[in-house]
């Protein structure tokens, strides 16, 4: 009773706000101002402010939404989400061979935007024998592996299509005929004892 009595006080007081003139170290309210108006206030950016959103179609067709963030891989988001094991393969170059990668269809309208390989190089090697070893005969005009896809703002809205595999070159247990959902294990060796 005594607090609402006191409200009523205090309201009926009908104070006016109190005005800073002065901050810490003598820095005026009114420079301060004068600052944001020239410049507008500071923003810090968010995780949300470099998401971007690529619409994925697994070996079955149906569509994902997969939301990665700006300076990651395609195949990291991937990983992320969920997508089976088997979906997913060694990168075959010799200091990378750690990455994880997949086989992605991705539309031409977006070629422009994808990193240039030099096939002579260490690079352009590995890449050559994953399709010559892993891709094989389902290689298209639009193959692309996940792991070269750095995700930035010019993907966003991209849809890209998994592409298969014959991922039994790398591991017998991987011998199956076209079956991509199953939980068996990636890869049990590095890929320079596989091939060496």
């Given at each position: 009773?005594?607090?609402?009595?006191?409200?009523?006080?205090?309201?009926?007081?009908?104070?006016?706000?109190?005005?800073?003139?002065?901050?810490?170290?003598?820095?005026s309210a009114h420079h301060e101002e004068?600052?944001?108006?020239?410049?507008?206030?500071?923003?810090?950016?968010?995780?949300?402010?470099?998401?971007?959103?690529?619409?994925?179609?697994?070996?079955?067709?149906?569509?994902?939404?997969?939301?990665?963030?700006?300076?990651?891989?395609?195949?990291?988001?991937?990983?992320?989400?969920?997508?089976p094991e088997t979906y997913f393969f060694?990168?075959?170059?010799?200091?990378?061979?750690?990455?994880?990668?997949?086989?992605?269809?991705?539309?031409?309208?977006?070629?422009?935007?994808?990193?240039?390989?030099?096939?002579?190089?260490?690079?352009?090697f590995a890449v050559k024998r994953m399709?010559?070893?892993?891709?094989?005969?389902?290689?298209?005009?639009?193959?692309?592996?996940?792991?070269?896809?750095?995700?930035?703002?010019?993907?966003?809205?991209?849809?890209?299509?998994?592409?298969?595999?014959?991922?039994?070159?790398?591991?017998?247990?991987?011998?199956?005929?076209?079956?991509?959902?199953?939980?068996?294990?990636?890869?049990?060796?590095?890929?320079?004892?596989?091939?060496?």
């Amino acid at each position: 009773m005594a607090l609402r009595a006191l409200g009523r006080q205090l309201r009926s007081l009908n104070l006016a706000p109190v005005v800073q003139t002065s901050r810490f170290f003598g820095a005026s309210a009114h420079h301060e101002e004068e600052h944001e108006e020239e410049h507008g206030p500071a923003q810090t950016p968010t995780v949300f402010d470099k998401l971007v959103e690529v619409t994925v179609v697994d070996m079955n067709g149906v569509l994902h939404k997969v939301r990665g963030i700006a300076g990651q891989t395609l195949s990291q988001a991937l990983v992320e989400y969920g997508f089976p094991e088997t979906y997913f393969f060694p990168n075959m170059g010799f200091y990378t061979q750690h990455i994880v990668d997949a086989h992605v269809f991705v539309p031409k309208e977006y070629w422009p935007k994808m990193p240039n390989i030099d096939p002579d190089s260490d690079e352009g090697f590995a890449v050559k024998r994953m399709f010559r070893d892993i891709v094989q005969d389902f290689q298209r005009d639009t193959s692309y592996f996940a792991s070269y896809i750095t995700l930035g703002p010019e993907f966003n809205g991209m849809t890209v299509g998994i592409g298969p595999i014959k991922p039994w070159c790398l591991h017998t247990e991987w011998a199956f005929a076209g079956v991509h959902d199953s939980k068996a294990k990636q890869f049990d060796k590095p890929t320079v004892e596989i091939w060496g």
